[in-house]
Nanobody, 124 residues
């Protein structure tokens, strides 16, 4: 089992930045690829970015150039740096883990473990 805990959400003004963290724990936490998703009220969960254990990365077009995914394997933590935030970025942000990396998006079902989410609210 892998447990994921997100943190770093909050309220920020449009144009501001936030860095989300996702701490992984469990006997098999190492070696996993990680992803970030978000879900706004009334909308489907949206894929944002994914990163492999060896730091290969892939971004959704909607966040490319504004969001950066990174990881610190020694700390079993993955990050999402979010810059130039917009009110439409308001959502609950989730991290997820999967055993094998895929350079793209192939469905939420490919992710084996999920965190509980952290709220990000961007005011105009």
């Amino acid at each position: 089992q892998v447990q994921l805990v997100e943190s770093g959400g909050g309220l920020v003004q449009a144009g501001g930045s936030l860095r989300l963290s996702c701490a992984a724990s469990g006997r098999t936490a190492s070696g996993y690829a990680m992803g970030w998703f978000r879900q706004a009220p009334g909308k489907e969960r949206e894929f944002l970015a994914t990163i492999s254990w060896s730091n290969n990365k892939y971004y959704a077009d909607s966040v490319k150039g504004r969001f950066t995914i990174s990881r610190d394997n020694a700390k079993n933590t993955v990050y999402l740096q979010m810059n130039s935030l917009k009110p439409e970025d308001t959502a609950v942000y989730y991290c997820a883990a999967r055993r094998t990396y895929y350079s793209g998006y192939d469905g939420m079902g490919r992710y084996d473990y999920w965190g509980q989410g952290t709220q990000v609210t961007v005011s105009s």
